[in-house]
């Protein structure tokens, strides 16, 4: 199967969609907003029994396949763009590169 670069761009996307999701699921409920007002005695001594609980090895799957998919998309973008360099000839290249010299 011939996957360009369209294909990578799309995996780089929705690979960073997946570890935003990671990002929030992580921090939800971490820490007081500054909108909210600053807790009494008796609130900061029941806050302070609270307990965060910890994220189930289930709830870190969009993180990983984000950082998979991120991975592949990187990948794919690179290999097409050396697919796409690699039709060049070697006369060719240096003909470019004198032209870009010419016009500094």
């Known amino acids: 199967m011939q996957f360009g670069k369209f294909h990578g761009l799309t995996l780089l996307g929705l690979g960073g969609l997946l ?3 990671q990002t929030f699921m992580i921090f939800q409920g971490l820490g007081r907003s500054a909108s909210q007002p600053r807790p009494t005695d008796q ?5 302070s029994r609270a307990t965060y609980r910890s994220l189930t090895p289930v709830e870190y799957v969009p993180g990983v396949a984000g950082v998979a998919l991120l991975g592949l998309g990187v990948w794919l973008v690179a290999r097409r763009q050396k ?3 690699d039709h060049f000839p070697e006369d060719e290249a240096e003909k470019f590169q004198e032209v870009a010299r010419s016009r500094r």
């Open 19 to 21: 570890v935003l999701v």
């Open 43 to 47: 609130s900061l001594q029941a806050e």
């Open 83 to 85: 697919e796409i360099l």
